[in-house]
């Protein structure tokens, strides 16, 4: 755990110690504080997943008619998301995909938040956090043109829906390789966004705890834009997902056909 923990000491960014950290550094040189060190941002990226499945179990065990307090905060926001995601891919498809969209939001949104509680860390400080949650939408993406356009309409789509021998040509020699290389950019593009600016913020704050009373206005300040930008990059990572799915939407000459499945049920 020493070597791991001079090598992010030598990168030169500063952290605020979290409650996993001091127990390993409790535990010595053991096998548990090892792991506690390790695998602390898995950790807490579960710890928010088991605190978000308990908020909705909370607010969905007693459903009223009319609802009252939790229940009602969260079909507020759920109808907010809804609005959302219909607002960037239209009433037909939207509701179908709110899910997918909403849970990354939410789920990316408190990961950003966790962070400014004492004791605790953003997950998303961490590059195999945001990476990992950008290939998830990279798949999800794939499996959506494939599920709608199906694999003739899906490498129609990659090569630039040509309809002459001519941009047959051009697409299969210039817009294909470009579009392939897009796909594989933008997950790259949306974890590094998350991970920069999440880190930044972490970074910012921990260079205030570090002086002390006299950085004690400023961390406050600091705490507040914090929860401004933590926001913004969850809507951001969101927003941007929702456009590239939409992005296979449009493209298709078997739009009656994609109707039909939505309204089939035949995604959700």
């Given at each position: 755990?020493?070597?791991?923990?001079?090598?992010?000491?030598?990168?030169?960014?500063?952290?605020?110690?979290?409650?996993?950290?001091?127990?390993?550094?409790?535990?010595?040189?053991?096998?548990?504080?090892?792991?506690?060190?390790?695998?602390?941002?898995?950790?807490?990226?579960?710890?928010?997943?088991?605190?978000?499945?308990?908020?909705?179990?909370?607010?969905?065990?007693?459903?009223?008619?009319?609802?009252?307090?939790?229940?009602?905060?969260?079909?507020?926001?759920?109808?907010?998301?809804?609005?959302?995601?219909?607002?960037?891919?239209?009433?037909?498809?939207?509701?179908?995909?709110?899910?997918?969209?909403?849970?990354?939001?939410?789920?990316?949104?408190?990961?950003?938040?966790?962070?400014?509680?004492?004791?605790?860390?953003?997950?998303?400080?961490?590059?195999?956090?945001?990476?990992?949650?950008?290939?998830?939408?990279?798949?999800?993406?794939?499996?959506?043109?494939?599920?709608?356009?199906?694999?003739?309409?899906?490498?129609?789509?990659?090569?630039?829906?040509?309809?002459s021998a001519a941009s047959w040509i051009v697409g299969l020699l210039i817009i294909l390789p470009?579009?392939?290389?897009?796909?594989?950019?933008?997950?790259?593009?949306?974890?590094?966004?998350?991970?920069?600016?999440?880190?930044?913020?972490?970074?910012?704050?921990?260079?205030?705890?570090?002086?002390?009373?006299?950085?004690?206005?400023?961390?406050?300040?600091?705490?507040?834009?914090?929860?401004?930008?933590?926001?913004?990059?969850?809507?951001?990572?969101?927003?941007?997902?929702?456009?590239?799915?939409?992005?296979?939407?449009?493209?298709?000459?078997?739009?009656?056909?994609?109707?039909?499945?939505?309204?089939?049920?035949?995604?959700?």
């Amino acid at each position: 755990m020493a070597e791991a923990v001079a090598h992010a000491e030598g990168l030169g960014i500063p952290e605020i110690p979290n409650i996993l950290t001091l127990w390993a550094k409790a535990l010595g040189d053991s096998p548990l504080a090892h792991v506690l060190h390790a695998w602390q941002d898995v950790i807490f990226a579960w710890g928010v997943i088991v605190g978000l499945a308990l908020l909705c179990w909370a607010a969905t065990r007693r459903v009223a008619l009319v609802p009252r307090g939790l229940q009602n905060f969260l079909e507020l926001l759920v109808e907010g998301l809804d609005a959302f995601v219909a607002g960037i891919m239209g009433p037909t498809y939207g509701r179908h995909f709110t899910p997918f969209i909403g849970t990354l939001f939410l789920y990316i949104l408190v990961m950003n938040l966790v962070g400014l509680l004492p004791g605790y860390k953003s997950p998303t400080a961490n590059l195999n956090t945001t990476l990992a949650l950008a290939i998830c939408v990279f798949c999800y993406v794939q499996y959506t043109g494939l599920r709608l356009l199906g694999l003739k309409g899906f490498f129609h789509h990659l090569v630039g829906s040509p309809d002459s021998a001519a941009s047959w040509i051009v697409g299969l020699l210039i817009i294909l390789p470009v579009h392939v290389l897009g796909e594989f950019i933008k997950p790259a593009s949306l974890s590094l966004r998350l991970f920069g600016n999440i880190t930044g913020e972490d970074a910012l704050l921990a260079s205030f705890v570090q002086m002390g009373l006299g950085g004690l206005a400023l961390q406050l300040f600091a705490n507040g834009l914090a929860l401004i930008f933590s926001t913004v990059q969850a809507l951001v990572f969101a927003t941007l997902s929702a456009i590239y799915i939409a992005l296979l939407l449009p493209t298709t000459r078997r739009r009656r056909r994609i109707i039909e499945v939505f309204t089939q049920g035949g995604i959700v």
